[in-house]
């Protein structure tokens, strides 16, 4: 009996804890809720136009989940029933209240008139556990961007980009023997392949010899260290892609669970390689004109200012191998997509195909088959080309930028623009670039894969201050003019010896990884690859 009273009460203590703890989780989630509904009545608080959100995830919620490709996400932001009409309009990133931009004039004004204002990106690394992810051009912060800005700006003028191209042009001839090379069907000349890979290994190849000064020769050995490592950063797996989402919309988890830009091994085989490269061509005097040039200038430049009692923070940490880490990672992941939606879209449209390979027949044979950077630079379709698949497929469907006012203002005021609110400081401002860009208000038919829209007598049809693929303003991709050179000299070494048709695996429409924030093609891009000299 005693023992039966003593277990009766230690169930009775057991059920009152037990219900204690259920009403403190109560209490908890409760106070969660009411506070989650107050940060979600911001917008409504400030009478500013909003969507309505998602509880936890703000309107993110199909980026988050993967259940949606970012492009098609900001596309259904930019044309909310809830967004039409208004210049901009409240969103909430988790819980944090942001401003998503939808008018023209008001992008131009954040992005360039008033960029002192949004100088800085809200995408952010964690500077503590990730230098070499942090301390690039991408995520530095001003006024640390700003000084890099003006230190690279040189290596990529047209005069640079001309001393660089022969050893693109070197790489691109090896890409065409890579191609000839491989095996085709007797009967049909042809073989069936996935493009993207073959074009990461080109560019792989040209970012290693104009930044690094080294022969990867990824194209004849693609398990090589500089591929395999591009491969790591570009691989969305379900972490990777969680690791990049919290990079662009909530830095703060960066933090927390110390994500990095580049994985450990990435970020060794990086830095060592890039010191070495350095110290050699410190020892051997030699000099190419190339990023590591520069980056030799930043070091003894920064040395001369130690030595006057100042503290550059380029000699900091991996300030130097930081710059040549981001220009390789975002080097040959954005070409070698914009190649592959190219030929995608060559696939689908073989008369443009025929007229883009004769001009370069043309172009050839009047230049005695020599390719220069001058004829590159003349091939007017395939810019077009270009323009138009980066119009369709930004590698960065969105823009981001954080409200800095000046020291004692509170924020930017949006009364210019229809709107009574003024833009706190920090607050996340977002671009949808690639909605911008598809929206037929500013181009006509914009669903229709059209290179000649980008003619002097179409502009009046479309409107060209909507094209951003490469952002604009001070902080546009400084890369742009050696992001088009590669990809233009890549395509004309494949069209030289071949041409793509569609195939069984090649869909009527690109399907976009959900997982990838750059944007990639899920499953690749797969075409019939024609063997097809020019001449």
């Known amino acids: 009996m005693v023992a039966i009273n003593v ?46 959100p998602t509880m936890i995830f703000g309107n993110l919620k ?68 990730d230098s070499l992810g942090s301390d690039n051009l991408f995520f530095a912060k001003n006024p640390r961007w700003k000084e890099i800005r003006v230190k690279l700006t040189p290596v990529f003028t047209s005069g640079r980009m001309k001393q660089m191209f022969p050893l693109i042009e070197e790489v691109a001839r090896e890409y065409d023997k890579y191609l000839c090379a491989l095996k085709v069907d007797p009967k049909t000349n042809s073989t069936v392949m996935e493009v993207k890979e073959p074009n990461a290994l080109y560019t792989t190849d040209v970012i290693a010899i104009t930044a690094y000064g080294i022969q990867a020769n990824s194209l004849n050995d693609p398990n ?23 990079f662009f919309f909530l830095p703060i988890l960066v933090k927390i669970f110390r994500f990095k830009v580049f994985s450990a091994e990435t970020t060794v085989f990086l830095r060592n390689t890039i010191n070495h490269v350095m110290e050699e061509r410190i020892r051997t005097g030699a000099v190419r004109n190339d990023l590591i040039d520069t980056l030799i200038k930043f070091r003894r430049e920064a040395e001369v200012e130690l030595k006057e009692g100042k503290k550059p923070f380029i000699l900091e940490r991996d300030a130097l191998a930081a710059q040549a880490a981001i220009f390789f990672s975002a080097g040959f992941e954005t070409s070698s997509s914009t190649m592959s939606f190219t030929m995608f879209e060559m696939a689908r449209h073989p008369e443009m195909q025929q007229r883009l390979r004769e001009e370069m027949r043309t172009a050839l044979q009047s230049n005695d088959g020599k390719v220069t950077y001058e004829l590159i630079m003349g091939l007017k379709y395939m810019d077009n080309v270009v323009k138009e ?25 949006l009364k210019e623009f229809g709107i009574d609110f003024v833009v706190p400081e920090d607050m996340p401002i977002y671009i949808p670039n690639q909605a911008v860009q598809m929206d037929p208000r500013n181009f006509k038919d914009p669903e229709q894969f059209n290179p000649d829209r980008f003619l002097p007598e179409n502009k009046q049809d479309n409107n060209m201050n909507a094209y951003m693929p490469f952002g604009t303003g001070p902080h546009n991709c400084i890369g742009e003019r050696f992001a088009m050179m ?32 750059i944007i990639q093609s899920l499953g690749g891009i797969h075409v019939n690859v024609v063997r097809d000299p020019l001449f």
């Not at 090589?224 to 919290?246: D, H, N, P, Q, Y």
């Open 7 to 52: 277990l009766s009460g230690v169930a009775g203590a057991l059920i009152a804890h037990l219900t204690e703890i259920l009403a403190t989780l109560a209490f908890f989630f409760f106070a969660l809720y009411l506070w989650l509904q107050y940060q979600y009545s911001y917008w409504r608080r400030h009478r500013v136009p909003y969507i309505e």
């Open 62 to 129: 199909g980026i988050i989940n993967s259940e949606s490709d970012p492009c098609s996400w900001f596309q259904y932001l930019y044309n909310h029933e809830k967004a039409k009409d208004h210049a901009a309009v409240g969103i909430y990133v988790f819980n944090k209240p942001s401003l998503l931009i939808r008018d023209l004039e008001l992008i131009k004004t954040v992005l360039i008139k008033d960029f002192n204002y949004f100088s800085n990106r809200h995408s952010a690394s964690d500077p503590h556990s």
């Open 224 to 246: 090589g260290i500089f591929r395999k490592s591009g491969k790591k950063i570009f691989t969305f797996t379900w972490l990777r892609a969680m690791e990049f989402k919290a």
């Open 389 to 413: 698949v980066l119009r369709r497929y930004p590698p960065l469907p969105f823009l981001d930028r954080v409200c800095t006012p000046k020291a004692g203002e509170k924020g930017y005021s």
């Open 486 to 517: 590669q990809t233009k000299l890549g395509l004309l070494y494949f069209y030289r010896n071949h041409y793509v048709t569609a195939c069984d695996k090649t869909p009527q429409k690109i399907q976009l990884d959900p997982r990838a924030v």
